[in-house]
């Protein structure tokens, strides 16, 4: 682990609890920023969806909501200073880069509010939401199959990234995407894109709530066990849980309706994160890991699920992975008396 940075540490920032800190995005540089962000949806014709936005661990909109989380640390300089200190690097570091994750999150409000992930010509263009979401993916750098927004190649990550990035860049004022993207296979999205943000553009969702999951009134743990939250695992796969595993993917690989575990858990991952995370305000990295480590550890075991006993291999599982996480929390110095 890294020293703590001295200016940080005398100033008690690094033991202070997140939710003591007093953040909000009233009166802060953010302020000023989303509003010229509602100006760019009322001048594309976005007029319907309104996203309510919150301070959390991360970028982010929680599935089937209209809520965009925004990192703590961009609430304050000296956060933002640590952060890049401690991480790195910053996923909004001045007022352009805001904006530009802004923008892809609001593509993923548009796609929740009004469903279209369940439109036919959506999964044609995008591919079927229910996808596996990995965290690591392996991206084709030259592909003109998608745009180019987010660092990474993100687009290609997943089914509802790529329509969140085509969005963003059919969003982007200026962006002059009808020539950039001119002759590639990226373009029948676009056009797909503009044509969907024209039709719902004045139409009131189906889809109304904003309600956030972890927000910093949420937030118990001190800054710095964030970031040392950030870097470690939560130890899950101790001798006797392979046992746990097994009583909960407990179908007989030749049964017809057998499905391999690890794939039930790559289909569910998006939603087992969120939920975890909502529930118990453990960081989503940590939680991702907690997550990919049992899909591993169920491919390594060879364990399948029944497929017409979804719901309930989702519901165990959900509870089992829940309470390897409050049983971490409360082991930490945040959860002791």
């Known amino acids: ?57 991360e970028w982010g909109v929680p599935f089937e909501t209209v809520a965009i989380a925004i990192p703590f640390y961009l609430a304050r300089p000296d956060l933002t200073a640590l952060h890049a200190e401690r991480v790195g690097h910053v996923e909004g570091f001045d007022r352009a880069d805001i904006l530009k994750y802004l923008r892809h999150e609001m593509g993923h409000v548009i796609n929740y509010a009004y469903r279209l992930y369940d439109q036919e010509e959506w999964v044609k263009q995008f591919g079927s939401i229910t996808q596996p979401y990995f965290e690591e993916y392996r991206p084709e750098p030259f592909s003109r199959r998608y745009v180019r927004h987010l660092p990474g190649w993100y687009a290609q990550k997943h089914p509802d990234e790529d329509w969140a990035e085509t969005f963003a860049v059919w969003m982007t004022p200026r962006s002059a995407w009808r020539k950039k993207y001119r002759g590639w296979g990226a373009m029948a999205k676009l056009q797909y894109m503009e044509r969907i943000a024209r039709q719902v553009g004045n139409v009131e969702p189906p889809r109304k709530r904003g309600t956030p999951d972890i927000t910093v009134a949420d937030m118990e743990i ?23 595993l097994a009583a909960m993917f407990n179908t007989p690989r030749k049964k017809k309706s057998a499905e391999p575990a690890e794939r039930f858990v790559e289909r569910h991952r998006k939603r087992l994160v969120d939920q975890i995370a909502s529930w118990t305000a453990m960081q989503r990295p940590l939680i991702r890991k907690l997550v990919e480590s049992t899909q591993k550890r169920s491919a390594e075991l060879g364990l399948c699920v029944d497929r017409n006993r979804e719901s309930e291999h989702l519901s165990e599982f959900t509870v089992f992975a829940t309470t390897l996480v409050m049983n971490h929390l409360a082991r930490s110095k945040s959860f002791q008396a």
Request: charged share 25%; aromatic share 10%; glycine share 4%.
């Open 222 to 244: 001190t800054v710095g066990e964030f970031y040392r939250h950030s870097t470690e695992q939560i130890p899950l796969f101790e001798a006797n849980l392979d046992a746990d």
């Open 1 to 57: 682990m890294h020293a703590e940075p001295a200016r940080f540490h005398e100033s008690n920032l690094w033991s202070t609890p997140i939710r003591d800190l007093g953040l909000t995005i009233e009166g802060t540089r953010l302020e000023p920023i989303l509003a010229e962000f509602s100006e760019e949806l009322r001048q594309i014709g976005i007029t319907r969806v309104r996203p309510r936005f919150y301070l959390s661990t």
